[in-house]
């Protein structure tokens, strides 16, 4: 079996499970972020059903509208907090509590290799970093809520082979830009939709940051989960933060893929994913020069402290263009605390960006950093589909930590290879 | 529960490959009003592509739909569908589209290769989407098709997931009547 169909398979009960099967995985946990909430405890409350099957196992994340630019989400923020006390949720990650939920609970040891949970939202595929699956249930979360469980049919499992390192400034944000693409025109042949996306090959250069970043963009192309097998150094973190006993997961070495892809990354460019969609990814050289108005740092696929760290590097003793402004959303308030007593904090603050609370930042429906119409912008942000940061005609697009940091000090778009940082060397690879 | 009706017997309304939910199915401005009584959706049931289409389908009218229908996890059109007692045949559909279609109680099958080449509007169709196989009466062609899983049976059966839910609900009461809380 493959990693999906085995943690599938052990969350269910079942020796062993297919692809196209119809099981019922006890989940470890069940996240459900601000945004939906209401929803879910209005249809719940509708049915008369006030209740939830396993209040214990329920995560309440507030990421997406943290410091509430309306009054909307102030009175959401509001029924959200008496829905946690009516539904008797301990687990409430509110305001300034916990970060991005995607992101943080890899790093308390909440979310650890081999578990399976179900998330409302679709970018839980980040739990593949860490060698587990999040799945995106959408508004039958409140079936989640009330009975502890809900369908899920069985994925295909795609494995793609990474072969080679990355160069000097080129990051795993690059290698998921560049699948995209390579998927997008067919020279990865596979099909993403509702299909898992399992790594293989030369992983061990990828830290946890890194492989959040390659789950990132196989998302966006559809893919329901996507799975790094943990490394020895992902595991040893697993093991130091543990809140509970786990088991790793791995796929059986004669598992059945329904394509067998490789990929090899050793001469792979900085990427930059022009707008319109992360899989219209060209060499940073081709979109060099573009003038810029706003950089974001930050989300679910280049929000966790290593991210933070190698923009910093290039941000080092240096201003953002005057004409930029620059947002910067850590994944946690664990790594905004971290980067005061680490000087980052300093770093980007005095290179002229602007900290934004812990969270989605304006990967979320614009609802903070927003950028006018005709602005162009270049970002870490999980798609650059037009109108993710509000207006429609905005220029989105994407690139590494690296070439955003870069790009905001130069006022365009800029080569990080070309931007030896300040201070010391820029690391390679995978953070 | 025996009542319900997995084979539908109707006309056919054919559609390409590629229909997107919003506006190959049903109005952007629907999906964004997050309109989804079926008094307000039914309206507007392929009115971009097919203006007064709800007046003319009946009951049992069974849509075929080509390679990657439905595009987008939205539900409004597949509500509109289940309401007017169709079905839906597709060649492919994403995932998340085909959950909405499930979520909201709709009898479809996917994966169903090259129906669209076996008829046209206006055949005359009869589908068991519990059995797996579709006849073209009016061209006699008969083909074996994925029925819908036994695992998803039960809740296209009770409508979909509120109607699911609403079942557990009443399930829950009858058996904390049947044994209460001694603690309570």
Redesign the interface.
């Given at each position: 079996m493959t990693a999906v169909e085995k943690t599938l398979a052990a969350k269910s009960g079942r020796a062993g499970v297919e692809p196209?099967?119809?099981?019922h995985p006890d989940p470890d946990f069940i996240m459900v972020h601000d945004g939906v909430v209401m929803g879910a405890k209005r249809?719940?409350d509708a049915?008369?059903?006030d209740r939830l099957a396993a209040p214990e196992k329920v995560v309440m994340v507030t990421d997406h509208d943290v410091i509430y630019g309306s009054a909307r989400a102030a009175e959401r923020g509001a029924f959200n907090r008496q829905a946690a006390r009516q539904w008797g949720v301990r687990q409430f990650f509110d305001v300034g509590r916990g970060g991005h939920g995607h992101i943080f609970p890899m790093e308390t040891g909440m979310l650890l290799p081999g578990m399976f949970y179900f998330d409302n939202d679709r970018h839980a595929t980040n739990a593949g970093a860490i060698g587990a699956f999040g799945f995106r249930m959408?508004?039958?979360i409140?079936?989640v809520l009330?009975?502890g469980t809900n369908?899920v049919?069985v994925?295909k499992t795609v494995r793609l082979t990474i072969r080679g390192r990355l160069a000097t400034g080129v990051h795993a944000r690059d290698v998921g830009f560049r699948i995209a693409t390579l998927v997008a025109n067919g020279a990865l042949d596979a099909d993403l939709?509702?299909r898992v996306l399992e790594y293989a090959g030369d992983l061990d250069q990828f830290d946890l940051a890194a492989r959040a970043a390659l789950c990132s963009s196989p998302t966006e192309m559809?893919a329901?989960g996507v799975f790094v097998p943990p490394s020895a150094a992902v595991l040893a973190h697993a093991r130091e933060k543990a809140q509970r006993p786990f088991t790793p997961v791995f796929a059986d070495a004669h598992a059945h893929y329904e394509a067998d892809l490789a990929l090899d990354v050793s001469a792979l460019e900085p990427q930059v994913a022009l707008p319109g969609g992360v899989q219209h990814a060209v060499d940073v050289t081709e979109a060099a020069g573009t003038r810029i108005d706003h950089v974001f740092l930050g989300s679910c696929g280049s929000g966790m402290y290593a991210d933070l760290e190698t923009a910093a590097r290039y941000l080092a003793g240096r201003r953002i263009a005057p004409h930029v402004r620059m947002f910067v959303a850590p994944g946690s308030e664990e790594s905004t605390k971290r980067m005061a007593r680490e000087g980052l904090l300093q770093t980007f603050i005095e290179a002229g960006a602007v900290m934004l609370p812990a969270g989605c930042g304006p990967c979320n429906d614009a609802v903070i950093g927003p950028v006018h119409s005709g602005e162009v912008s270049i970002s870490t942000a999980a798609n650059n589909n037009y109108g993710r940061f509000g207006a429609k005609d905005a220029q989105l697009y994407l690139g590494s930590p690296a070439t955003v940091a870069a790009s905001a000090i130069a006022g365009c778009i800029a080569d990080p290879r070309a931007c030896t940082p300040l201070q010391r060397e820029a690391r390679s690879g995978g953070s | 529960m025996s009542a319900f009706q997995w084979r539908l017997t109707g006309r056919c309304y054919k559609l390409g490959h590629d229909v997107p939910h919003q506006g190959g199915v049903i109005p952007g401005w629907v999906i964004a009003g997050r309109y989804l009584e079926p008094k307000d959706v039914i309206p507007h049931l392929f009115e971009e592509t097919d203006p007064g289409f709800h007046e003319r389908c009946r009951p049992g009218d069974i849509i075929v739909a080509g390679r990657n229908f439905g595009m987008g996890p939205k539900m409004n059109g597949y509500v509109a569908m289940n309401a007017l007692g169709f079905g839906l045949v597709c060649e492919s559909m994403p995932f998340l589209a085909y959950r909405a279609a499930v979520g909201c109680g709709l009898r479809v099958m996917t994966d169903c290769v090259n129906a669209t080449d076996i008829c046209e509007t206006g055949d005359a169709l009869e589908v068991d989407f519990r059995d797996g196989w579709f006849v073209n009466h009016t061209r006699g062609i008969r083909r074996e098709y994925p029925p819908v899983p036994d695992g998803l049976l039960e809740l296209i059966e009770l409508g979909g997931n509120t109607g699911w839910l609403k079942q557990w609900r009443t399930s829950q009461q009858r058996t904390t009547a049947a044994h209460p809380d001694p603690e309570a």
């Open positions: 196209g099967e119809v099981v249809e719940l049915l008369g059903i959408g508004a039958e409140s079936r009330a009975t369908w049919m994925p939709d509702y559809r329901y | -």
